[in-house]
T-cell receptor
């Protein structure tokens, strides 16, 4: 069974640009979560999508947004990039009916803002 | 509010030593879930264990064991006879039954030297 996949692996942008990160959950999983792992700040919860709707949002500004598509894949968009947005962005997925709240993580997208 | 504290930032041991990673959590919820994840240098988080708040039985899986103590709000992780391949950052995480916002500790970087 294929795991959670994320693309691209690495992304380099300049300040002020927009970044789009993609995530494909494990087949059959309906929920997708996004996390930011910035240096020195650990893992911070960004967004949770389930059945195409945004269910919860972490303490991030509105320029962090996303969506979930009918096939349950998801996009994370970061507008007006700032230097401190440089981080590893991890996506995770869960199946509604499986072991409650167990999240399976993808390999991450490393975003570098210059 | 939910919070996870991993007081040990970095631990270094020599191969074959036993090592315990501490995790202390705070939550007002009566039903919650605790996790341990391993993040090797590749960056992808690997699920190790999930424990729900009603199950205080300790668990052993090979060289790994977990000690859940509700009275002290701790969920410690012990690696017996450590190996170089155990070198990674280990995260403890908490989520409640009603909220999929998973809170992670800051992580403990374990280095196992040959």
């Amino acid at each position: 069974e294929a795991g959670v996949t994320q693309s691209p692996t690495h992304l380099i942008k300049t300040r002020g640009q927009q970044a789009t990160l993609r995530c494909s959950p494990i087949s059959g999983h309906t929920s997708v979560y996004w996390y930011q792992q910035a240096l020195g700040l650990g893992l911070q919860f960004l967004l949770w999508y389930d059945e195409g709707e945004e269910r919860n949002r972490g303490n991030f500004p509105p320029r962090f947004s996303g969506r979930q598509f009918p096939n349950y894949s998801s996009e994370l968009n970061v507008n007006a990039l700032e230097l401190e947005d440089s981080a590893l962005y991890l996506c995770a997925s869960t199946h509604r009916d499986s072991m409650r709240n167990e999240q399976f993580f993808g390999p991450g997208t490393r975003l570098t803002v210059l | 509010a939910q919070k996870v504290t991993q007081a040990q930032t970095e631990i270094s041991v020599v191969e074959k030593e036993d090592v315990t990673l501490d995790c202390v959590y705070e939550t007002r919820d009566t039903t919650y879930y605790l996790f341990w994840y391993k993040q090797p240098p590749s960056g992808e988080l690997v699920f190790l264990i999930r424990r729900n708040s009603f199950d205080e039985q300790n668990e052993i899986s090979g060289r790994y064991s977990w000690n859940f103590q509700k009275s002290t709000s701790s969920f410690n992780f012990t690696i017996t006879a450590s190996q170089v391949v155990d070198s990674a950052v280990y995260f403890c995480a908490l989520t409640s039954y009603n909220n999929n916002d998973m809170r992670f500790g800051a992580g403990t970087r374990l280095t196992v030297k040959p």
